[in-house]
């Protein structure tokens, strides 16, 4: 094909796909303004003429597909696709947000510019672009919450489009989804496509866990057509009955979800139970309250199936702050399982899987709706308000507060307020008000005194002690979850320091008569006291954790006396040596007379291209990276490689949670590695199983083990009570596989149940 078909196809495909966006945008319920649709679309079809994707095809491709899934997917009108389509305009070509405004208006150029990426240039080299550029966009989101709504439709194009991206990229990228804007999707209620975001993270992060998992779906699927079946026949008769229009269908769990549970309860496939949900959408009858129709369908399906008590969730009177609406139950089936149904309205449904954007479409006549959005973005502002310094600090503080799960409490008078899982009565305070958090004493649950930490409930009544001589303590950063409490109380906290400090510096210079203090005798009494600068300094003195001393002269004397102890320079370089002469964990079983080689430092640098897969080796019982605690991964798992400010290599696990946020906050550090083969470092794994208890089962078990290789195990935890053992070995082994291998030795213990690779 010459450049001009090739030209003439590509154009003809570029034209396909702004007629799909245009009969997308037709097909909604949003005024026709095709017009400036169509003005961003040539201007953007112009400004990234010439340009393409990483995949190869025209650049503008990725706008219009922005823009469809904006259209399509979320349902939203003119506005957000027109800045949809230019969204990439500002960042990558010459024009300018001033270029926007003329040509459309203020708001587009408003979307269009808090979609604008900030140059890394900007920051200091120890500041996240990543973070900073997540500030921004929070920024312009409170004030305008479809920037987030593209930010979150470029970021679904992006993952749809990833497999042309180098590793290294999509480590980042899958990072950065999974911490942050697959959160935000869930948060803004955009069920479906927070589902895809996870799948495509996990579909790149962990291929070969993702095709055993579909492929297992897929095998047990007619299994599971046969229980449905068999359940749907009697639920169908007694809804025909009620005369409703509606539709029932099975819903299996997204592929992410079940692995995450296998991952968390550390369970296998086959203990999964609730592979699948039954989802009822029915049509409100005309005049009729949509709540009562959710009971009188609970009260019909309850008839014929018995009830789960714990599993019953009402999300239909106390919708989650998202806004999803569904009544939830458990009911065992004919076969003997347990099956989960949800029941929700057709604008249940509509809210459930676009969220927020679909509110839009009922506001008319249940204005409510909107508030819990309302709230959330106020949180948002608050934080925004007085941001912690740290950038990254702040993204964990917005992170803390897209919380999934909920929990619904009561004021004393009896007003519902809505918290995140895991709560406590200190962040139910702060909920209530600033003041009342600052001051907060002790709380009363159910008419029960408790501890500030006392975690809450749904149902709980809770009731706020107050004291104006009680202020925030730094412990309280050890127990609050929310990110409201939290920004508070280290706002608190920083006030609270300066006040010391300040009192602190009046008493220094008060010893000095006022009289200024050259640096030479300050630096010596930074020294002497072990402070890190001047306002660490005054606030040690200012805490009296400091006793200064009766006269000034004190001072002068150290100022006379020869420099007694190591400068930092020579004290650094005797910590350097003594870390090379101190034999490390992988040498301590070498023999005493023998001492380890002492290397020059340069010979401990490795050389790490960041654009190359950089192997894991080991050399003289030496390995040139490092396993961190936190998720401690074995050779053999999912992982990626992060480069530290020394030049070394941290070698994380895909899932590690650790890892997660280091992809979100330094994507430019993160590399793609590679396991070696490993005879000589052996890594620490730990193994836990259970089982009905014998005399004998922990021989048995260690007999299994030593059958034929020599097992290195650290120790071993062993418990029984009413006839169940749990066990625990540390052992030290060279890979997973290794690992996989001695859990299936003592599966095969005539007793064991469950045997399973457990975190450290």
Known sequence: MSDEDKLTVEDQMIEEEFQGLLNDYLNSNHRRKVDIITRAFNMAKEAHKGARRRSGEPYIIHPLSVARIVSREMGLGSTSISASLLHDVVEDTDYTVEDIRALFGDKIAQIVDGLTKISSGMFGENVSAQAENFRKLLLTMSDDIRVILIKIADRLHNMRTLSSMAPTKQFKITGETLYIYAPLAHRLGLFAIKTEL???????????????????????????????????????????????????????????????????????????????????????????????????????????????????????????????????????????????????????????????????????????????????????????????????????????????????????????????????????????????????????????????????????????????????????????????????????????????????????????????????LFNKILHAYKAENKEDLYFLIGNNDITLPASKNAFFKIREEPEKQDNLFVRYMKQAMNAIKKPSSDQRGMKKDVEPPTLRPEQEKFSVNRKEVFQLTEVKFRKNFIVPACCNPLPGDDVFGYVTEKEEVEVHKRSCQTGLKLKSSFGDRIIAVAWGDYRQYSFLASIAFTGIDRIGILGSILAKLAEDVVVNIQSVNVSSKDGIFEGIFNLHVHSAEEVNQLCAKIAKVDGVSTVHRSPL
């Open 198 to 520: 996870e799948e495509l993270c996990f579909k790149y992060e962990h291929p070969e866990a993702f095709a055993d998992l579909t492929r297992k779906i897929e095998e047990t699927a007619p299994e599971r057509n046969k229980v449905y079946e068999h359940f749907a026949v009697p639920v169908v008769r007694a809804l025909d009955k009620m005369d409703i229009t509606y539709e029932m269908r099975a819903r299996v769990k997204s592929v992410y979800s079940i692995w995450n549970k296998m991952q968390t309860k550390g369970i296998e496939f086959g203990e999964v139970y609730d592979l699948f949900a039954v989802r009822i959408i029915f049509e409100v009858f005309p005049g009729m309250d949509e709540k009562k129709q959710c009971w009188d369908i609970y009260s019909a399906i309850t008839d014929i199936y018995k009830l789960r008590p714990d599993r019953i969730r009402d999300w239909v009177s106390h919708p989650k702050a998202n806004g999803y609406q569904a009544l939830h139950l458990t009911v065992m089936g004919p076969d003997g399982k347990w099956i989960e149904i949800q029941i929700r309205s057709r604008r249940m449904d509509d809210i459930a899987e676009k969220g927020f954007a679909a509110h839009w479409k009922y506001k008319e006549n249940r204005i409510e709706e909107d508030n819990e959005l309302d709230k959330w973005l106020k949180t948002i502002q608050e934080i925004l308000s007085n941001p912690n310094p740290n950038a990254i600090d702040f993204l964990d503080t917005v992170k803390m507060n897209l919380f999934s799960s909920e929990i619904f409490v009561f004021t004393p008078k009896g007003e519902i307020k809505t918290l995140p899982q895991g709560a406590t009565a200190l962040d139910f305070a702060y909920t209530i008000h600033t003041r009342i958090g600052d001051h907060c004493l002790g709380a009363k649950v159910n008419h029960t005194l408790v501890p500030l930490s006392q975690q809450l409930r749904s149902g709980y009544q809770i009731e706020i002690l107050t004291s104006q001589s009680v202020n925030p303590q730094p412990e309280w950063l050890n127990f609050v979850t929310t990110a409201k409490a939290r920004t508070k109380i280290e706002a608190s906290l920083r006030r609270q320091r300066r006040r010391i400090a300040e009192i602190g510096k009046n008493m220094l210079e008060e010893l000095f008569n006022k009289e200024p203090i050259d640096n030479t």
